[in-house]
């Protein structure tokens, strides 16, 4: 029974701390699970944000100089901080401009996404090889194969005619 108890207090300690960690400073905590409007937009801001930064680390392991990309998500963020302070002023505003408010961010926070894959894919392309040498160097070859081929089919005329 003791255990129980023991694992019970754990888990709940574990959570109440993981809570207090994805805080985001100046955002209300109910905000974590809200299903209010600026709660949702708050989440998919940072969800974003949080997948550009896991993005570019992942360019980082593929040995890609990623300082500059680093600085531009941190840039990112500080817009998202922004945001985050017109979303919890914005929510606090009567229902008609609290959806006109929350309607201009949501525009916002839309390109803040678009940034943010931009970002993301940029650094990922870096990481990419170059695929036009690839393709030059390729055509290349096919070419030299052609005339290979047609230097054959043309001594197997000669050739015949003889």
């Given amino acids: 029974m ?4 023991c694992a019970a207090v754990c888990v709940t300690v574990v959570g109440v701390a993981s809570r207090f960690r994805r805080r985001k400073p100046g955002v209300p905590m109910s905000w974590q ?9 708050h989440r998919r801001m940072h969800r974003s944000l949080e997948r550009t930064r896991n993005t ?20 990112l963020a500080a817009t998202g901080r922004a945001i985050d302070d017109q ?4 929510s606090k505003l009567p ?5 006109k408010a929350l309607l201009s961010l949501r525009y916002r926070i ?16 870096a990481a990419s ?25 043309e001594l197997r005329e000669l050739g015949g005619n003889a």
């Fill in 2 to 5: 003791e255990l129980v108890i």
């Fill in 33 to 41: 699970t809200s299903q209010s409007v600026a709660a949702d937009l």
């Fill in 56 to 75: 570019v680390a992942a360019a980082r392991k593929r040995g890609v100089p990623t300082a500059h990309y680093e600085g531009l998500c941190d840039d």
């Fill in 87 to 90: 979303l919890v002023l914005a």
């Fill in 95 to 99: 229902f008609k401009a609290r959806h």
């Fill in 110 to 125: 839309a390109e803040l996404e678009k940034t943010g894959d931009r970002i993301g894919r940029t650094a990922l392309e």
């Fill in 129 to 153: 090889p170059l695929v036009g040498s690839v393709d030059d160097a390729l055509s290349t070859i096919n070419e030299r194969l052609d005339q290979v081929h047609e230097a054959r089919d």
